[in-house]
């Protein structure tokens, strides 16, 4: 898969929306599902865009030029592979959004996809929503379960305000919190010990089975 993530990198940062495809669908070809595809191929890519950046080996304008470009493939790849979906009569419903001031997004469209792939209804907020309007959104709603993704360790100050507030909620929905920092740091104190901390997709992908065979879904995979 290395050399596949690379040649995906340099068609993200030249803006090469059909080259990007073509390597998407030839891992997918290859691997024969989503999950090798989100997991392997885009969050590996996007993992390498940021160090990139992080180390000035780009700018803003090639970050931003790179996940657009991922951001289509991701969109074009969802859209042919829900397209025939039949749905359960009850779907169970999750909501999902990055905590105030944090703007990236890419890896909360792949959850929110991979639970949509799963036969769940789902609403995507994506970057930077306040907490006042995710809490009126939720209370009218009334999802299951609220994915909040947090990436840059400044914006943890954010974390612990949301995920109290959201625990708190009347109809108690299990709050999920994803995103790179998950798995490098320990987040447990920004949290409960309610909250369900996933530290990528392949966890994400088995708590979705458990789910779908009967788990309660505050229930720890």
């Given at each position: 898969m290395r050399n596949e993530v690379n040649l995906f990198v340099k068609a993200l940062l030249s803006g090469n929306q059909k080259e990007a495809w073509n390597i998407s669908q030839m891992v997918l070809k290859q691997q024969g599902h989503s999950l090798p595809l989100y997991n392997g191929l885009i969050t590996e890519s996007m993992r390498e865009i940021g160090r990139l950046w992080e180390e000035n080996e780009i700018n803003v304008a090639d970050e931003h030029l790179a996940t657009s470009t991922c951001d289509f493939v991701l969109s074009l790849y969802h859209s042919k592979r829900t397209a025939n979906l039949r749905y359960m009569n009850e779907q169970p419903k999750a909501m999902f959004l990055c905590i105030e001031e944090e703007?990236?997004?890419?890896?909360?469209?792949?959850?929110?996809?991979?639970?949509?792939?799963?036969?769940?209804?789902?609403?995507?907020?994506?970057a930077n929503l306040p907490l006042d309007a995710l809490v009126s959104a939720a209370i009218e709603w009334k999802p299951e379960v609220i994915g909040l993704s947090v990436t840059i360790p400044y914006h943890l100050v954010n974390l612990n305000k949301f995920v109290r507030t959201l625990e708190d909620l009347p109809?108690?929905?299990?709050?999920?919190?994803?995103?790179?920092?998950?798995?490098?740091?320990?987040l447990r104190s920004h949290c409960s010990d309610q909250t369900l901390l996933l530290k990528d997709l392949n966890e994400l992908d088995r708590w979705l089975e458990n789910y779908s065979a009967g788990v309660k879904v505050n229930d720890k995979y």
């Open positions: 703007q990236h997004d890419i890896g909360l469209k792949l959850t929110s996809h991979l639970f949509e792939q799963k036969g769940w209804k789902t609403r995507l907020y994506g109809h108690r929905p299990t709050v999920l919190v994803g995103g790179r920092l998950v798995a490098g740091y320990d």
